[in-house]
């Protein structure tokens, strides 16, 4: 097969069992790799999906810019995108990013804007966001997808990963667990999984540092991705049953045994995601399936604390 360009590509990323990680008598835990997806990560699902409608709504022209705030991958996601359909694309982003997400960005032709984290990412997600809004007030050329309130983000998940989950799995599964950062993954995988399998357990889990839903303080933190210091208007908060916390050390630790372990070279919120999961495991007990994402890969955190 030939595809006529990567984004025909997209998806269909691996199902993996972890093996050395978990331990005897907890229920089987699955892991969709998305590191193999096009673009690195899950969120060029949700790009491609948000400018795909966008297009069909006459929304975005030949001479749109696309800009977005985003802690990383889906403005990784958004400028390959744009690359593709030839769109000028502008990412803004939280300046406690790591560097290989803004040379990601940048190596796809965008243009990035820094924005100053002082030690609150939500208010620096949500000047982000501002700033993006000012952009489109001055520029009628410029279209913000706003990934936090697009209800496409949800789709991708829940009429695209979410079957692909359930084909792969070719069973009952029990268990459902993943961070938050727009709310588009929890949401449109748990409820389409939520009406297969109605008895499943779904867990959201939050970086301690940014632990929102549960009602802690709102600081800055290593898991980039989740934990954005906002309540995304797209989140279903009736689609979980608990919220699971998980230290910064705790997800990078996790992480690197997902490496050393199992061979699988992923981001830190993919061990926030794993962590999550194994607790998961261990409450449901043989013969329960639990599944969780691992959203990006490692390759893209070689300056942070995971590869220290």
């Known amino acids: 097969m030939v595809y006529n360009n990567v984004l025909e590509a997209l998806g269909h990323t691996p199902m993996i069992r972890l093996n050395r990680m978990n331990k005897p008598g907890n229920a089987e835990v699955l892991v969709k790799f998305e590191g193999l997806n096009v673009g690195g990560s899950i969120k060029t699902r949700t790009a491609y999906n948000m400018i795909k409608n966008a297009e069909k709504e006459g929304l975005i022209k030949d001479d749109t810019i696309i800009v977005e705030p985003t802690s990383g991958n889906q403005g990784i996601g958004l400028a390959l995108v744009g690359a593709v359909r030839g769109y000028k694309t502008v990412i803004i982003m939280p300046d406690s990013v790591s560097e290989e997400r803004r040379k990601l960005v940048e190596h796809y032709g965008a243009q990035v804007i ?102 802690g303080t709102i600081g800055t933190h290593l898991q980039m991705g989740i934990g954005d210091g906002i309540i995304p208007d797209i989140l279903n908060q009736n689609i979980y049953d608990e919220i699971y916390i998980v230290s910064d050390e ?59």
């Open 250 to 308: 705790e997800a990078i630790q996790t992480a690197k045994d997902l490496a050393s372990k199992e061979g699988i070279m992923c981001g830190i919120s993919s061990g926030t995601n794993v962590a999550a999961a194994l607790k998961l495991a261990e409450k449901l007990g043989e013969g329960k399936t639990v599944v969780t994402i691992l959203p990006d890969t490692a390759e893209r955190y070689f300056s942070t604390p995971l590869f220290e």
């Open 114 to 215: 820094l924005v100053h984290d002082d030690g609150d990412i939500g208010a620096c997600i949500q000047e982000c966001l501002d700033t993006a809004l000012r952009m489109a007030e001055n520029d009628p050329k410029v279209f913000v997808p706003q990934q936090f309130a697009n209800p496409n983000n949800v789709y991708a998940h829940k009429y695209h990963t979410a079957l692909e989950i359930m084909e792969q799995v070719a069973g009952k599964i029990d268990g459902f667990c993943s961070g938050i950062g727009t709310g588009g993954t929890i949401t449109g995988i748990g409820e389409a999984l939520r009406c297969q399998y109605p008895d499943l357990e779904i867990w959201a889990v939050e970086p301690e540092n940014a632990a929102i839903l549960a009602g």
